[in-house]
């Protein structure tokens, strides 16, 4: 079992920066991949981000390609999301999840943590 606990959304304007971070506690949350998701309202669920269990390989989607980073501290157990040169279309609610490996496929993910509000005002 692996708990996830987001924190750092809320409010920015269009071409500001956020930092989400997401604590994994567990006997095993250190040999899971973790990964960030987000839901517009009115859309699915959408894969954004996802690092290894070592840090050494992350993947994102295109949208965000060149504006997010992710990268995970296994001494605090923490990941986290940087979000640079935010646009309105990011505008969502945010979801950090774990997953036995790193990947973009939300059914791969096991364990989620509640969602994190972002608002990006133009």
């Known amino acids: 079992q692996v708990t996830l606990v987001p924190s750092g959304g809320g409010l920015v304007q269009a071409g500001g920066s956020l930092r989400l971070s997401c604590v994994a506690s567990?006997?095993?949350?250190?040999?899971?991949?973790l990964g960030w998701f987000r839901q517009k309202p009115g859309y699915e669920r959408e894969f954004v981000a996802t690092?290894?269990?070592?840090?050494?390989?992350?993947d994102y989607a295109d949208s965000v390609k060149g504006r997010f980073t992710i990268s995970r501290d296994t001494a605090k157990s923490t990941v986290y999301l940087q979000m640079n040169s935010l646009q309105s279309e990011d505008t969502a609610v945010y979801y950090c999840?774990?997953?036995?490996?790193?990947?973009?496929?939300?059914?791969?993910?096991?364990?989620w943590g509640q969602g994190t509000q972002v608002t990006v005002s133009s």
């Open positions: 999840a774990a997953a036995p490996w790193a990947n973009r496929d939300i059914m791969k993910y096991e364990f």
């Open positions: 567990g006997r095993m949350s250190s040999s899971y991949a």
């Open positions: 690092i290894d269990r070592n840090g050494a390989y992350t």
